[in-house]
């Protein structure tokens, strides 16, 4: 199987085409961690999608950011900043180029040096710092009935 999601099984999908909730994915390869980031997610009412790789992670977005399934358009992306397969970094810098602005979290091994980004929607952070950058960006995302994108 290319992708799994949360804890919520398939049903994470189903349910953001029944009943529109913003979308994270997740590739993290830390399993504990990666548990850490999917309730967190959860509980501010996210459906979440998680992704073993970097490179799964750009083949399940693909062509939801082309206009397919548009219910499962990203609202956040959460990623190793060295994801296997393809780096977070390279993923949020293709994200950029193409202009899509979303929220995205790079999680940085400890001791990694990344570059400070200007993008505030960019945010390059350790294991420990991630819960609450994801648990804040997600309480902050548009709610509102007209953000729901056309099924």
């Known amino acids: 199987m290319n992708s799994s999601t949360s804890t919520t099984g398939t049903n994470a999908i189903e349910s953001v ?3 529109w909730r913003p979308v994270a994915y997740v590739s993290m390869q830390d399993p504990s961690a990666r548990q850490r980031i999917v309730d967190v997610l959860e509980r501010a009412n996210w459906a979440v999608i ?6 799964h992670l750009i083949q399940a977005i693909a062509g939801v ?3 397919e399934k548009p219910w499962l358009r990203p ?3 959460v990623v ?3 994801s296997r397969g393809c780096a977070g970094t390279t993923i949020a810098a ?3 180029d193409l202009g899509i602005a979303i929220p995205i979290v790079l999680i940085a091994a400890p001791g990694e040096a990344l570059p400070i980004s200007p993008d505030h929607t ?3 952070v350790d294991d420990v710092s991630a819960q609450h950058t994801v648990s804040e960006l997600a309480a902050s995302a548009p709610r509102h009935h007209e953000h729901r994108p056309a099924a």
């Open 122 to 124: 960019l945010r390059i």
């Open 80 to 82: 190793d900043a060295r």
């Open 94 to 96: 293709g994200l950029r």
């Open 75 to 77: 609202g956040m992306i």
């Open 17 to 19: 085409a029944q009943r």
């Open 65 to 67: 950011i082309d206009g």
């Open 50 to 55: 998680t992704q073993p790789s970097g490179f």
